[in-house]
């Protein structure tokens, strides 16, 4: 089976801190994707990755970047964290196009 | 610009009875149709997907959807929904041949009474 792991299952941070926040998938998959999800807008995607290196943004980059220096990490990075970025991270990798996404259990932020 | 919409934030039914969870699309061009379910503290499983062929498509846990280019509808069915089904439910799609980015509704919430 695809596992999809994220570091954290609930982060609490500060206003102004420095967040990463970690996906590893063990399937060899060329794309990763970042995704926030707030109650009633369903999934948005912000960053999505197609190979090592390599990095799209989505509907929702601002105050974000990220990182993938391996195939199998992903890494979300909030520079300086605000309020509005509480919300669920999910993270997801697909071998291609014409495949489903396998999710992380996601990672609850809240942001103080 | 792709969209879905998932017209109801939720929807009730008795357990035994069958169940419809509503998805509409609009895409410029052919449709790749995803279902997705949450459960409570979980991140998202797959259901089933449309890519290309038969309209009737058959996924997990008995759960089937339809596909219908002239109502531009992705429709999600279960002859007789299980208290289990209770859960979160996602449409989403992805523009053949254009890209890896998915397009997500807001979800429907299915709820079923014993």
């Known amino acids: 089976d695809v596992k999809v792991t994220q570091s954290s299952r609930y982060l609490v941070k500060r206003t102004g801190e420095k967040v990463f926040l970690e996906c590893v998938q063990d399937?060899?998959?060329?794309?990763m994707f970042w995704y926030r999800q707030d109650p009633g807008l369903g999934l948005r995607l912000i960053y999505f990755?197609?190979?090592?290196?390599?990095?799209e943004k989505g509907d929702i980059p601002e105050g974000y970047s990220v990182s993938r220096e391996k195939k199998e990490r992903f890494s979300l990075i909030l520079e300086s964290a605000s309020t509005n970025q509480t919300s669920m991270y999910l993270c997801?990798?697909?071998?291609?196009?014409?495949?489903?996404?396998?999710f992380g259990p996601g990672t609850r932020l809240t942001v103080l | 610009a792709q969209s879905v919409a998932q017209p109801e934030d939720q929807v009730n039914v008795a357990e035994g009875n069958p169940l419809t969870v509503k998805c509409t699309y609009s895409?410029?061009?052919?449709?790749?149709l995803f279902w997705y379910v949450q459960y409570p503290n979980r991140g998202l499983q797959f259901l089933l997907k449309?890519?290309?062929?038969?309209?009737l498509v058959k996924g997990s846990y008995g759960f089937e959807a339809e596909f219908n280019k002239s109502q531009t509808s992705f429709h999600l069915k279960k002859p007789s929904a299980l208290v289990s089904d209770s859960a979160l439910y996602f449409c989403?799609?992805?523009?053949?041949?254009?890209?890896?980015?998915?397009?997500f509704g807001g979800g429907t919430r299915l709820m079923v009474k014993p």
């Open positions: 399937m060899d998959h060329e794309n």
């Open positions: 449309y890519i290309t062929g038969d309209n």
């Open positions: 990755s197609y190979d090592v290196k390599m990095k």
């Open positions: 895409v410029s061009g052919n449709p790749y």
């Open positions: 997801a990798s697909t071998p291609s196009r014409h495949n489903e996404q396998f």
């Open positions: 989403a799609v992805r523009v053949a041949d254009a890209g890896n980015m998915l397009t």
